[in-house]
């Protein structure tokens, strides 16, 4: 009988190790842009979806893998969620591989010059879908963020140039989104209160996770990326583009007004290194983030139309959103 049980439980190891060998995820870099809402699941195999979160047409999410070579699933980092690894159905995007593979963690731009993407939000957009969050408990009508950009992340490039000397303790707390677990970056004190202005996910400790992730790979220390990151977003909230949304809260924007806004501030093509992401919300399709192309030196005080103008140029994504209001609509 002994026999047996060991020959029966060597077997159920066998079968275990050939179907976990069968379903062996293939990693991957690069970036994922849905086309329609789908359901983003922690397993897609038991249809588990902690928090029901999906993803949004129009949004691009980073590439960690996909299920097997012909793939069915991707699995990708979807922000706010818990865990923030997710699986979501091939069909429900168009994946944009990166060919060069991963970037080495040990590889920092030189001197924060390199390219880069700028991500801003539209605060009261992103608050509609994540009212738990404490700068959005606090967010009132009078307050900056209520009628201007705020400050997202400004992120060396390829995507995949993350955790810059980062140890794998730290990058496992990040990926588990324990951002309290995180260190505190090193700021000087007026840095850190105007900082605490642009980036209102401060009160969430956003500022922890894009240093970790981000600003590690920059080349400086913190006070200088995040210096930096300030200086670009205030010019910006000092432009035709926020007078543009300032003025049209509640109403839409076209991806072509706002790329004329920048024109106009930045200079002639300006533009074209634009591109504006929208999430569904009920049947309203919310302006919820702006991504602006920079190549250059922010560090060596270089100009912003400078560092636009450096960039490519890339395809619009959203053609049109509304600039959502303060509140709970």
Avoid at 136 to 163: I, K, M
Avoid at 213 to 239: L, M, Q, W
Wanted: hydrophobic content about 35%.
């Amino acid at each position: 009988m002994r026999f047996i049980w060991k020959t029966l439980a060597f077997g159920a190891l066998i079968a275990a190790t050939t179907v976990q060998g069968a379903y062996a995820d293939v990693s991957m870099s690069g970036q994922f842009t849905a086309e329609r809402a789908c359901p983003a699941f922690q397993s897609f195999r038991r249809a588990t979806n902690p928090g029901n979160i999906r993803v949004e047409p129009g949004q691009i999410y980073a590439l960690v893998a996909k299920n097997r070579e012909d793939a069915t699933h991707y699995r990708l980092r979807v922000d706010g969620a818990l865990p923030i690894e997710r699986w979501v159905e091939a069909g429900c995007g168009v994946v944009s591989s990166d060919d060069d593979g991963p970037v080495t963690p040990n590889a920092p731009l030189a001197e924060g010059s390199g390219e880069f993407l700028l991500a801003i939000s539209w605060q009261p957009s992103f608050c509609e879908t994540r009212s738990q969050k404490t700068e959005c408990r606090s967010q009132t009508a009078d307050r900056p963020d209520a009628t201007n950009f705020t400050l997202h992340g400004l992120w060396p490039q390829p995507r995949n140039r993350v955790y810059c000397n980062v140890p794998s303790d730290l990058i496992s707390e990040d990926n588990a989104s324990r951002w309290d677990e995180l260190p505190a970056p090193q700021l000087a004190p007026d840095t850190r209160q105007a900082l605490d202005v642009v980036m209102p996910g401060t009160m969430s400790m956003l500022d922890r996770h894009e240093w970790i992730k981000h600003g590690t790979c920059y080349g400086t220390d913190a006070d200088t990326y995040f210096a930096d990151s300030i200086r670009i977003v205030r010019e910006i909230n000092g432009s035709k583009a926020q007078q543009l949304f300032a003025s049209r809260i509640g109403q839409k924007v076209t991806s072509a007004e706002l790329r004329a806004a920048f024109d106009e501030s930045f200079g002639t093509g300006a533009g074209e290194r634009v591109t504006m992401q929208c999430k569904r919300d009920g049947g309203r399709l919310l302006i919820s983030e702006i991504k602006v192309g920079l190549i250059g030196n922010p560090s060596a005080g270089t100009s912003v139309n400078d560092l636009i103008a450096a960039a490519r140029p890339v395809l619009p994504e959203c053609s049109e959103g509304i600039v959502d209001p303060v509140g709970l609509q």
